[in-house]
Nanobody
Framework: QVQLVEFGGGLVQPGGSLRLSCLAS????????MGWFRQAPGKEREFVAA????????SYSDSAKGRFTISRDNAKDTLYLQMNSLKPEDTAVYCC????????????????????WGQGTQVTVSS
Protein backbone atom coordinates (compact mmCIF):
# COMPACT_ATOMS: atom_id res chain seq x y z
CA GLN A 1 0.00 0.00 0.00
CA VAL A 2 1.17 3.50 -0.82
CA GLN A 3 0.59 6.54 1.34
CA LEU A 4 0.99 10.04 -0.09
CA VAL A 5 1.07 13.23 1.96
CA GLU A 6 1.20 16.69 0.42
CA PHE A 7 2.81 19.76 1.98
CA GLY A 8 3.36 23.36 1.04
CA GLY A 9 -0.03 24.81 0.24
CA GLY A 10 -1.17 28.13 1.58
CA LEU A 11 -2.31 31.64 0.79
CA VAL A 12 -0.27 33.61 -1.72
CA GLN A 13 -0.77 36.85 -3.60
CA PRO A 14 -1.18 36.89 -7.38
CA GLY A 15 2.22 36.70 -9.02
CA GLY A 16 3.68 34.84 -6.08
CA SER A 17 5.20 31.38 -5.83
CA LEU A 18 4.66 28.19 -3.87
CA ARG A 19 6.43 24.86 -3.80
CA LEU A 20 4.34 21.80 -3.11
CA SER A 21 5.84 18.54 -1.90
CA CYS A 22 4.39 15.05 -1.85
CA LEU A 23 6.04 12.52 0.41
CA ALA A 24 5.45 8.87 -0.42
CA SER A 25 5.74 5.92 1.89
CA UNK A 26 4.85 2.26 1.94
CA UNK A 27 6.56 1.28 -1.29
CA UNK A 28 9.47 2.43 -3.42
CA UNK A 29 8.02 4.45 -6.27
CA UNK A 30 11.08 4.80 -8.46
CA UNK A 31 9.47 2.65 -11.20
CA UNK A 32 6.27 4.68 -11.42
CA UNK A 33 5.12 7.91 -12.99
CA MET A 34 3.64 10.48 -10.65
CA GLY A 35 1.59 13.57 -11.14
CA TRP A 36 -0.28 16.53 -9.72
CA PHE A 37 -3.98 17.19 -10.13
CA ARG A 38 -6.15 19.97 -8.78
CA GLN A 39 -9.79 20.56 -8.03
CA ALA A 40 -11.38 23.96 -7.61
CA PRO A 41 -14.73 24.43 -5.87
CA GLY A 42 -17.57 23.41 -8.12
CA LYS A 43 -15.25 22.08 -10.80
CA GLU A 44 -14.02 18.67 -11.85
CA ARG A 45 -10.54 17.48 -10.97
CA GLU A 46 -8.04 18.39 -13.65
CA PHE A 47 -4.59 17.24 -14.62
CA VAL A 48 -1.76 19.68 -13.86
CA ALA A 49 1.55 17.91 -14.50
CA ALA A 50 3.17 14.50 -14.61
CA UNK A 51 6.68 13.13 -14.49
CA UNK A 52 8.05 9.80 -15.59
CA UNK A 53 9.70 7.25 -13.32
CA UNK A 54 13.23 8.61 -13.78
CA UNK A 55 12.34 12.29 -13.70
CA UNK A 56 13.67 12.90 -17.21
CA UNK A 57 10.32 13.38 -18.97
CA UNK A 58 7.45 15.64 -17.99
CA SER A 59 4.04 16.69 -19.24
CA TYR A 60 2.00 19.77 -18.36
CA SER A 61 -1.48 21.09 -18.86
CA ASP A 62 -1.74 24.20 -20.99
CA SER A 63 -2.51 26.28 -17.89
CA ALA A 64 0.61 25.03 -16.08
CA LYS A 65 3.05 25.16 -18.97
CA GLY A 66 5.69 27.82 -18.54
CA ARG A 67 4.73 28.59 -14.94
CA PHE A 68 4.88 25.28 -13.07
CA THR A 69 7.74 22.79 -12.83
CA ILE A 70 7.31 19.21 -11.68
CA SER A 71 10.27 17.28 -10.34
CA ARG A 72 11.02 14.28 -8.17
CA ASP A 73 13.72 12.94 -5.89
CA ASN A 74 13.51 9.16 -5.92
CA ALA A 75 16.09 8.86 -3.15
CA LYS A 76 13.70 10.78 -0.89
CA ASP A 77 10.49 9.34 -2.36
CA THR A 78 9.30 12.89 -2.85
CA LEU A 79 7.48 14.65 -5.67
CA TYR A 80 7.54 18.42 -6.08
CA LEU A 81 5.58 21.11 -7.89
CA GLN A 82 7.15 24.55 -8.15
CA MET A 83 4.46 27.06 -9.00
CA ASN A 84 5.41 30.55 -10.15
CA SER A 85 3.42 33.52 -11.42
CA LEU A 86 0.36 32.24 -9.60
CA LYS A 87 -3.07 33.49 -10.64
CA PRO A 88 -6.38 33.53 -8.77
CA GLU A 89 -7.63 30.81 -11.11
CA ASP A 90 -4.93 28.50 -9.74
CA THR A 91 -6.85 28.37 -6.46
CA ALA A 92 -7.70 24.73 -5.78
CA VAL A 93 -6.91 21.67 -3.72
CA TYR A 94 -3.79 20.12 -5.18
CA CYS A 95 -3.30 16.34 -4.94
CA CYS A 96 -0.44 14.11 -5.94
CA UNK A 97 -1.01 10.73 -7.51
CA UNK A 98 0.87 7.61 -8.51
CA UNK A 99 0.24 5.58 -11.65
CA UNK A 100 1.17 1.99 -10.82
CA UNK A 101 1.93 0.96 -14.38
CA UNK A 102 5.71 0.48 -14.21
CA UNK A 103 7.95 2.48 -16.56
CA UNK A 104 5.04 4.33 -18.15
CA UNK A 105 5.88 5.68 -21.59
CA UNK A 106 6.47 9.40 -21.93
CA UNK A 107 3.65 9.68 -24.46
CA UNK A 108 1.23 8.33 -21.85
CA UNK A 109 2.10 10.84 -19.11
CA UNK A 110 -0.71 13.19 -20.11
CA UNK A 111 -3.11 10.29 -19.47
CA UNK A 112 -1.68 9.48 -16.05
CA UNK A 113 -4.04 7.36 -13.98
CA UNK A 114 -4.16 8.00 -10.27
CA UNK A 115 -4.08 4.64 -8.57
CA UNK A 116 -3.01 6.18 -5.27
CA TRP A 117 -3.86 9.67 -4.05
CA GLY A 118 -2.85 12.04 -1.33
CA GLN A 119 -5.40 13.95 0.72
CA GLY A 120 -4.55 17.22 -0.97
CA THR A 121 -3.25 20.61 0.06
CA GLN A 122 -5.13 23.88 -0.38
CA VAL A 123 -3.62 26.59 -2.55
CA THR A 124 -5.34 29.96 -2.45
CA VAL A 125 -4.22 32.81 -4.67
CA SER A 126 -5.74 36.07 -3.57
CA SER A 127 -4.82 39.64 -2.76
Amino acid sequence: QVQLVEFGGGLVQPGGSLRLSCLASGRTLSRYAMGWFRQAPGKEREFVAAINWSGVSTSYSDSAKGRFTISRDNAKDTLYLQMNSLKPEDTAVYCCAVDQRPYLATTALVELVGDYWGQGTQVTVSS
